[in-house]
């Protein structure tokens, strides 16, 4: 540890570190450019549905006859027209990277002489896995926070957070979001005077 | 010397016992917050938001401001030590701050960083105090049509200066002014985009869009990069005290720090980002031991940290004076003052100086409380930097789903909270930046209010904008924003291309 390490920031794509704790390591640097291209395009084609959205939204807008200045639709095609701009540029910059010719895309930023974009670099691959178990467990908060009551559901979410971030030591993580979830609750509802669901807490706690 | 008089009776506020304690905790959650990887000064002041609410707003300000400083100082801990900025004003103390951490002297790294975040933040504070009431005198003469001059310039200094891409910023920001627009048209009481649930009259609160965005999308991305495995911690060795030689090298380094700093924070020139840059730079060229950059340069410490945490205090000048927003954490300020059915610009300095000046008193408070929070106690802060990750994160979203849930006891909420964060997670990964998504979910409102209010004073007649000179003048700065990067990269070009042909 002595010796000075070498620098690890941002090296995206490069070797991952050794997994830690019992984390998993799933295949980092596996992206490619055609991977970064379907990113881009679903980024252009999700602004331009928004676009369309809020177009279609403000023709619904109701707009009084007696109204005589600009109304309450101006704004907002003004903000789907934006976007709809944006989303047409986004298009053509997925366009221009497109993975279709000859393959000699990984030469052209160099070749070109352009500065190099931000986002241009190929990123490290995702792990799906811990981003569907974080999105569910937020789900359950949902879920949960009126039925189970605060404390029940937080230790839930804070356990299922932990497990999805890798740790694998069940019985800490859940006493530690129970204990956390408790002391939350206790200092929001009696000094703070918020009201959270308190579930079966509500009698015990009387 | 009427300014000094208010000052003088800020400072019998902020040293009251009760806002004393205030600003101590501010200043403290701030340094803590800030040296947790992952999130900053904009998601604590949104995660505070619904607690404070209902309570007394002088009280519930000092501690925001102390938040918002806080977690400047804090920031540098975690830029220095684990390399890994969490906010883009710190990836140049990250440079060679963490250098200088492993070279063994991570001691005076952090001493010069909060040393010099004390010196250029006391300084900046001093030119809020002097600055702030003159653009008062100059803002109460400006009518709608300044405004939205100004906030179209705010727009487009947001989204052209910060990231990467300017088409990425812009998206961002339509994308919050597409979410603002959600609601009740105060005008005409119109529903909008409420998608027939009742819930959605009232617009999305900036509550829900900041922590969906700064907290769980950024959990979902943390999530997503696991393979990375978690930083590495430099531990401090060494003295923590600098040398002579150290401060002899430090202190010109704060004063040019903060002299940048605190004007280009304070014109709406997009944040701290910038003179941090431009600061580092200007040390680069500066510097006798030019050598030693890249290899961890005290100066290269000292002249960002001081530039960004004097941007910072610039900032606060166009928030307070004109009710415009540069930063996230600026928006989220602003939308506190909203729920306290307050509006900053210039009235608010007329209406309500016990809360402008007990707050601009308490900043010099803080920047003393923080010094001492961050020299001789830093040794406590570095361990939160050791919070396993599951851990941290578990504990961010517990917060982040209470304050969402605590704002109306709304179960929609939470759900939107959780849309909004699958939508960070998918900016994050595109590199959008999510700041002007905040800003414009804040400003958009306003700069709509504004605009109608300029029209139906002109009788719908569009060229008052170009035919009022202040206002005229804003737009052709918001043009020269928008283009002049694009046209100088041109300019560059052609320059560059010339030449290889004159060889």
Known sequence: METPLPEQRSNPGGPSLPPQEGRRAPDAGRDSRGVLFTGDLLLALGVLGLAAFLFAGALNIRVSPSYAHIGPRFFPFLVSGGLGACGLALLA???????????????????????????????????????????????????????????????????????????????RDILVGIGLAFVVYVVFTRLLGLHLPGGMLTTMLR | MDTL????????????????????????????????????????????????????????????????????????????LLNTPGESASIITALEGNLMARRGRGGAALATAAIGS???????????????????????????????????????????????????GLTSLLFGMALGLVGIDLQTGQARYTLGMLEMLDGIDVVIVAVGLFAVGEALYAASQLARGAPEVVAVRGSIWMNREEWRRSWPAWIRGGLLGFPLGALPAGGAEIPTFLSYSLERRL??????????????????????????AGVLVPLLTLGIPTSATAAIMLAAFQQFGLQPGPLLFQNNPELVWGMIASLYLGNAMLLV???????????????????????????????????????????????????????????VPVAPAVIGLILGP?????????????????????????????????LI???????????????????????
Not at chain 2, 157 to 166: A, C, D, K, N
Not at chain 2, 374 to 389: A, F, K, S
């Open chain 1, 93 to 171: 910059q997925a366009a221009r990277r497109a993975p279709a010719k000859s393959g000699s895309l990984e030469e052209r930023p160099a070749a070109s002489g352009k500065p190099p974009v931000v986002g241009d670099a190929p990123k490290p691959a995702v792990y799906w896995p811990s981003v569907a178990i974080v999105a569910a467990a937020l789900a359950g908060q949902f879920l949960l926070m009126e039925r189970a009551g605060f404390v029940v559901a937080s230790a839930l979410l804070f356990w299922a957070v932990a497990f999805a971030f890798g740790s694998r030591r069940y019985g």
């Open chain 2, 481 to 503: 924003a928008l283009a002049g990067p694009a046209l100088a990269r041109i300019v560059a070009a052609r320059r560059r291309k010339s030449r290889v042909a004159a060889m």
């Open chain 2, 118 to 168: 004390f010196v250029a933040g006391t300084l900046a504070t001093a030119g809020l105090t002097f600055l702030a009431p003159a653009l008062v005198r100059v803002a109460l003469r400006f009518g709608p049509a300044e405004y939205f001059a100004l906030m179209v310039l705010a727009f487009t200094t947001v989204t052209s200066l910060l990231g990467g891409s300017l088409v990425k």
């Open chain 2, 287 to 312: 510097s006798r031991h030019r050598d030693e950059f890249g290899r961890g340069a005290i100066e290269g410490v000292a002249g960002p940290e001081a530039a960004n945490n004097a941007a910072a």
């Open chain 2, 5 to 80: 008089k208010l000052l003088w009776d800020g400072f019998a506020v902020a040293f009251s016992l009760k806002n004393m304690l205030w600003a101590l905790a501010g200043v403290t959650l701030g340094t803590m917050v800030g040296i947790l990887p992952g999130i900053g000064p904009a998601l604590t002041v949104a995660l505070l938001l619904p607690v404070t609410f209902g309570r007394d707003p002088v009280g519930s300000f000092i501690m925001f401001a102390g938040i918002y400083y806080g977690g400047m100082y804090g920031g540098s801990t975690t830029a220095i």
């Open chain 2, 373 to 431: 929070l961050n020299l001789p106690l830093v040794g406590l802060w570095v361990r939160l930097l050791t919070v396993p990750q599951p851990l941290l994160y578990g504990g961010i979203l517990v917060f982040a789903t209470l304050g969402v849930y605590s704002l109306s006891n709304s179960l929609v909420d939470l759900m939107t909270l959780l849309v909004i964060g699958l939508v960070g997670f998918a900016m994050r990964r595109m590199d």
């Open chain 2, 446 to 478: 306003l700069a709509e209010q504004q605009l109608r209010r300029a029209l139906a004073i002109s009788q719908g007649d569009f060229t008052v904008f170009f035919t009022r000179p202040i206002s005229a003048t804003l737009l052709a700065l918001a």
